[in-house]
């Protein structure tokens, strides 16, 4: 919670702090800000300041003779005071059209070269976290049986991209089955999504058992089994994780190894990143606030992308908590805004 008595030389230092320490990683003395301050102030006064900022856990001495570094809750300061004044400039984000070009349809490929991007320009971990099929409202719906125990699932979303995914099922279904059930499913639900489909049909089966054929009951079984596992599974690619080697000395070795373990896990970690996801353009958790286990000196910035007010996913980078926030927070801003024009002009 920030304090609403803080007075503004109080934020100028904090803020210079903060910025010194994102720059050097280095704790930052009285001395310093003094000299390079923009305002006229002694290192008498910064180390009073120093000294109320620390005791109100937005800095803390690291040694008994050095100077200070921010706290997770100083970093936060600092990264609300970006959203009030320049954080979502897109004006200082320059990415070529060609890098968002869809072609045909092709997700995969277009995905994989946003979580590039956002690995390149930031110069940490870019990743995206892809659609739930479950939770995607369509226009059309195909059902497609591989195998006794394998169906596909084409989904023809409103904004006419075809979303495939393979399930396994131990529902057994002819072809002709399928077919219809595809055929009922577009007749009676178009504009829904699949969790929409599976709730009405788990609620009001048993009310109407002897007026629903066949089909609908295994088809109400299908899609209990199949669409709890894909609450559950998550997709996400992950670019630039070979970048965290080359910032050893911004963790601890334990620290690095606890976070190649999670990347390692990728659908846990797609659901955390999942979990996440607001409506806000851009999201940001720092250290403590990630909540994840032996992993405290990591920052995330997210945002969602999707079309109109359905979200799709969620994509943005993962650094430790001494990323340039200036230029991270409107680099994932522009890319989940560019994306999501990308997908809605597809249509």
Do not use: W
């Not at 800000?33 to 856990?57: C, F, G, H, W, Y």
């Not at 911004?250 to 990728?266: A, G, P, Y």
């Not at 405290?296 to 999707?306: K, M």
């Amino acid at each position: 919670m920030i304090n609403i008595k803080f007075r503004e030389k109080d934020k100028y230092i904090l803020i210079m702090i903060v910025e010194n320490y994102l720059k050097f990683g280095r704790p930052v003395s009285s001395d310093c800000i003094a000299q390079k301050s923009k305002i006229r102030v002694s290192p008498a006064t910064v180390r009073n300041i120093m000294t109320k900022l620390e005791k109100q856990d937005y800095l803390f001495k690291p040694h008994l003779s050095a100077g200070r570094i921010p706290t997770d809750k100083g970093l936060r300061f600092y990264v609300n005071q970006l959203f009030d004044k320049v954080a979502l400039s897109n004006n200082l984000v320059n990415i070529p059209a060609e890098d968002f070009s869809l072609k045909k349809n092709d997700l995969n490929s277009l995905f994989l070269a946003v979580s590039k991007l956002l690995s390149e320009y930031s110069d940490n971990i870019g990743f995206v976290v892809y659609p739930r099929i479950s939770r995607i409202n369509f226009h059309h719906i195909r059902m497609i049986k591989l195998s006794e125990e394998r169906i596909m699932i084409i989904l023809i979303t409103p904004f006419n991209l075809a979303l495939t995914e393979i399930v396994e099922t131990k529902t057994c279904f002819t072809q002709s089955e399928l077919d219809r059930a595809s055929r009922y499913i577009d007749e009676n639900f178009r504009g829904n999504n699949l969790l929409f489909i599976r709730d009405y049909l788990l609620k009001e089966f048993p009310k109407y058992t002897l007026k629903f054929e066949n089909i609908l009951q295994k088809l109400a079984l299908f899609f209990r089994s199949q669409l709890f596992q894909d609450e559950s599974e998550n997709q996400i690619l992950l670019q630039g994780t070979s970048k965290f080697l080359e910032k050893s000395d911004f963790f601890d070795m334990k620290e690095l190894k606890s976070l190649f373990q999670k990347f390692e896990e990728k659908a846990n970690l797609a659901k955390l990143l999942s979990d996440f996801i607001s409506l806000d353009r851009v999201k940001v958790l720092i250290g403590s606030e990630l909540d994840i286990p032996d992993v405290f000196d990591c920052a995330l910035v997210l945002s969602h992308y999707g079309y109109d007010r359905q979200v799709l996913g969620t994509l943005g980078v993962i650094g430790p908590k001494r990323i340039p926030y200036k230029r991270i927070i409107p680099l994932v801003d522009c890319v989940a805004k560019r994306l999501s024009q990308t997908i809605s002009l597809s249509q």
